[in-house]
């Protein structure tokens, strides 16, 4: 995704756990340093943040039919994929609905092989357990944010310990990973859905075009407005992707389960995504050199499709880096089970 897109997800994420209200010292953090930290919702893309390569690392979990021994664990049958990936986000419903894909495709293996440092749900749980010694070691106030008492902190030196702002920033670093996760074409392993190839960069440039000019880097740093400004200029998106999220909870991660599971089957529902707008009888997956244009699998003929996946991705993006956040900041911030009175 763009750079305006990542930040308005990101800000929006915040917005939605604001109006959930169940983590008001999490909003409380992130709120005042949303403007500011936004960029970093983009920097893993940064080739500038390479230390002088101009190499953007692409974070990808690019999906291929699989054909070797291990088959059965990497075959996920629809109603197995939808069930763990909640009813809560709109890919469930979406590809419970769906017809396009037979009985025969989710009978399939599928499997992604990512190189080192660009495997998608990796760098999600590797940002997210590192964001907790961040936490762990947060200045005074943040340390008030959280419940209980670290108790080494005192032999870290004031300096060295996080401030508000720098966890901001990675909490919307975070977000990057999350978000890329919806994007179908980082999950698509075939050659088609590279950024060169047409449907990747035009399917993000749509989403930039409708998160409109508030969200772009130069925007938000010259805008002279309050951390609530800015969580409502996000709601506004809203109506551009005609999004809904209901009462506006934000489930947490079930127990049994992380965030590089998580995003393991989110990643498996952009895949039969991407399948479902190129679909592999016409595109098929050995094809190297078929061009699967924006302007003909989402064209305005495939209109209801285009405006359903606009629905249904960015309403997961927002979802999914709400989820990633709560689950780090409850790690960082356990709850003492309430004693029940005997009878």
């Known amino acids: 995704m763009k750079q305006p897109t990542h930040a308005w997800i990101a800000v929006r994420a915040i917005a939605l756990l604001d109006d959930e209200k169940a983590e008001k010292n999490l909003v ?75 009985s025969n495709w989710w009978g399939k293996a599928y499997k ?33 944010l959280l419940p209980g008492v670290v108790r080494y902190i005192k032999y870290v030196d004031q300096e060295a310990r996080t401030r508000e702002e ?65 969580l409502d200029q996000a709601r506004e998106v809203d109506a551009a992707f005609e999004l809904d999220f209901g009462d506006n909870s934000v489930p947490t991660i079930k127990k049994g389960r992380d965030l590089w599971l998580e995003m393991i089957d989110v990643c498996r529902a952009s895949f039969a995504i991407a399948s479902i707008v190129a679909p592999p009888g016409r595109y098929p997956y050995d094809r190297r050199n078929r061009k699967a244009p924006f302007d003909v699998v989402l064209s305005d003929e495939n209109l209801p499709l285009r405006r359903d996946l606009d629905r249904v991705l960015m309403h997961d993006a927002v979802l999914n880096v709400a989820m990633a956040w709560k689950s780090v900041w409850k790690a960082a911030s356990p709850r003492k089970k309430a004693k029940t009175a005997s009878s």
């Not at 075959?75 to 419903?93: E, F, P, Q, V, Y």
């Not at 590797?126 to 961040?134: C, G, K, P, Q, V």
Request: with cysteine; net charge positive; charged share 30%.
């Open 28 to 102: 409380k953090l992130l709120r005042p340093h949303a403007r500011k930290a936004a960029i970093g919702a983009w920097i893993p893309d940064l080739g500038a943040a390479k230390r002088g390569t101009g190499k953007i690392q692409n974070h990808i979990f690019k999906i291929m039919p699989y054909h070797g021994d291990e088959a059965r664990r990497f075959t996920a049958d629809k109603d197995k994929l939808c069930r763990r990936i909640g009813s809560r986000r709109r890919m469930s419903g979406f590809l419970r609905d769906d017809t396009t894909l037979k």
């Open 112 to 144: 992604a092989n990512p190189a080192p440092g660009k495997h998608l749900a990796n760098c999600a749980m590797a940002m997210s357990t590192a964001m907790l010694d961040l936490l762990l070691l947060g200045e005074s106030s943040v340390d008030r």
């Open 166 to 230: 720098q966890v901001a920033l990675h909490f919307f670093m975070l977000s990057h990973f999350i978000a890329d996760a919806c994007m179908p074409c980082h999950c698509d392993g075939r050659k088609l859905a590279g950024f060169d190839k047409g449907l990747h960069k035009e399917w993000e440039a749509h989403w930039s075009r409708k998160v409109g000019r508030n969200f772009k880097k130069k925007q938000i740093r010259q805008a002279r407005m309050s951390g609530e400004r800015i």
